[in-house]
């Protein structure tokens, strides 16, 4: 895997990410390390335990803040990916288990970084006491999340209120640097199964899907062949 260092796994985590003795608030996963209009960048924290951090899966609903307005921003998980913490060190093949990595190669766990990319789609505003109320917006927020703000999985709730319309397949539709067709059929998959199988709203994304995609049938038919449960 990495060089083998005599080194304290546990003391190597970062102060930022983990601080001593500070409980983590509930859904609490990951920091935005890079931001910009229409995504953002998440490096995972370090697991409690002398573990590799749980990468969020595709297609997941995740949120943060932007702190000056305190309004909530939610997007998806489109692409993860677990590297080196520096460019010197690879990682190579050592063909330990995950328990005679711990007992063997301790120092494994603090060289290695977790991060994901997460597309915006919409956000929540806030009222004066910095509480997300109203409906939920369907396009891009007026400013992404700033850096080292906390990222957050959703609630199902939260999840089940924002794809209550299917106006928020428009705005996936028209992503640009992610593989859209397979991001689209992981959301309405998850949806689709947070609903207990409400094929109402399936039938509802089906058709929202097909008169915003009129012109491209074998794409249309690529994208509902992947939501299958």
């Known amino acids: 895997m990495l060089a083998n260092v005599a080194l304290d796994p546990l003391a190597m985590r970062s102060p930022l990410l983990n601080p001593p003795g500070a409980p983590r608030p509930p859904h609490h996963i990951a ?14 924290l370090d697991p409690e335990e002398l573990s590799f951090p749980p990468m969020p899966p595709f297609g997941s609903w995740v949120r943060a803040a932007d702190d000056d307005s305190g309004s909530q921003i939610y997007g998806v998980v489109y692409y993860a990916t677990t590297t080196a ?7 190579r093949a050592l063909g330990l288990s995950l328990a005679e990595l711990r007992e063997q190669q301790p120092q ?25 109320t109203g409906p939920f917006r369907h396009y891009l927020p007026p400013r992404p999340p700033q850096v080292h703000q906390a990222v957050y999985t ?13 106006e ?48 491209d049938y074998d794409r249309l038919r690529l994208i509902l062949d992947q939501v299958h449960l």
């Open 85 to 91: 913490v520096d460019s010197v060190h690879r990682s």
């Open 168 to 215: 928020f397949l428009r705005t996936l539709l028209g992503l640009t640097g992610a593989p859209v067709d397979s991001l689209v059929a992981a959301v309405i998959r998850h949806g689709y199964q947070l609903r207990q199988l409400d094929r109402d709203w399936l039938v509802e994304a089906g058709r929202t899907l097909s008169l915003l995609l009129k012109d």
């Open 31 to 44: 920091e935005v390390i890079e931001t910009s209009t229409t995504d953002f960048w998440a490096q995972c």
């Open 108 to 132: 494994v766990f603090a060289m290695l970084k977790t991060e994901f990319r997460v597309a915006i789609l919409g956000f929540q505003e806030a009222n004066l006491a910095g509480e997300p």
């Open 154 to 166: 959703c609630e199902d709730e939260t999840v089940l209120g924002f794809t209550q319309q299917p």
